[in-house]
């Protein structure tokens, strides 16, 4: 597969914008390499419904300009509907974790929320910031205009919010406990690969 086309399966499902590094480390690829690979796309992607978004130092899909019209339809309708259960459960994952990455919340719901996410940031329920722990992950968190329209002084006004918390937080741990073992795992058998070939 062509570095362009893996590049655009990337973006796509990431969903965020990524760094022209990040892609080179996903990749396996050097800058220049990455680099070219992004003038291919952003040309192949010309008269398309996509375009290739390069804003500062972060790469991103998006719809095309030309399609703004019928996007600005579509999210018009999208936002006069009720929020459904997928939604709701995304909302109250965010609201009783106060700041969570996309990965943790798809780990707590079992299936990915990139749709979903989108959909409660267009209708400004929840924003989007920079984590400060890794700067190449983002952290969800409810907007002011969420807590005024429930009615809540300060996130801990939610029902049950130290138990529901404490609930959601031995899941996250419980899933990077899992991850571990996980890179042990690789990491042991890549050793154990290591040690018969030395044998050999």
Same mark, same amino acid.
Request: hydrophobic share 40%; proline share 2%.
């Given at each position: ?7 655009? &399966? #990337? ?8 760094? !022209?590094? =990040? ?14 690979? /992004?003038?291919? %796309?952003?040309?192949? %992607?010309? $008269? ?11 790469? &991103?899909?998006?719809?095309?300009? =030309? ?7 579509? +999210?018009?309708?999208?936002? *006069? ?13 965010? %609201?009783?974790k106060d700041s969570v990455s996309r990965r943790d919340i798809d780990y707590i719901r079992g299936v990915n929320?990139? &749709?979903?996410?989108? *959909? /409660?940031?267009?209708?400004?329920? #929840?924003? +989007? ?16 205009? /969420?807590?005024?329209?429930? $009615? %809540?002084?300060? #996130? ?5 919010? +130290? ?6 937080? &031995?899941? !996250?741990?419980?899933?990077?406990? #899992?991850? $571990? =073992?996980?890179?042990? $795992? ?15």
């Amino acid at each position: 597969m062509e570095l362009d086309t893996q590049i655009e &399966a #990337i973006l796509f499902w990431k969903g965020e914008p990524m760094t !022209v590094p =990040e892609l080179c480390r996903a990749l396996k690829a050097s800058s220049g390499e990455v680099k070219t690979a /992004l003038d291919i %796309l952003k040309q192949k %992607l010309q $008269g398309r419904g996509l375009a290739l978004i390069h804003v500062s130092d972060e790469i &991103a899909l998006s719809t095309a300009p =030309e399609c703004h019209e019928i996007i600005e339809r579509l +999210r018009k309708e999208e936002l *006069s509907r009720d929020l459904g259960k997928a939604a709701l459960e995304t909302l109250s994952i965010v %609201l009783y974790k106060d700041s969570v990455s996309r990965r943790d919340i798809d780990y707590i719901r079992g299936v990915n929320s990139t &749709a979903i996410l989108r *959909s /409660l940031l267009i209708r400004g329920l #929840i924003e +989007r910031t920079q984590s400060e722990v890794d700067e190449r992950m983002f952290l969800y968190r409810p907007t002011v205009e /969420l807590c005024s329209l429930l $009615g %809540l002084r300060s #996130i801990e006004d939610l029902p049950e919010f +130290r138990e529901v918390q404490k609930e959601l937080e &031995a899941t !996250v741990v419980e899933q990077e406990m #899992i991850g $571990g =073992e996980n890179q042990r $795992g690789e990491s042991d058998e890549a050793d154990s690969h290591e040690s018969e070939a030395v044998s050999d």
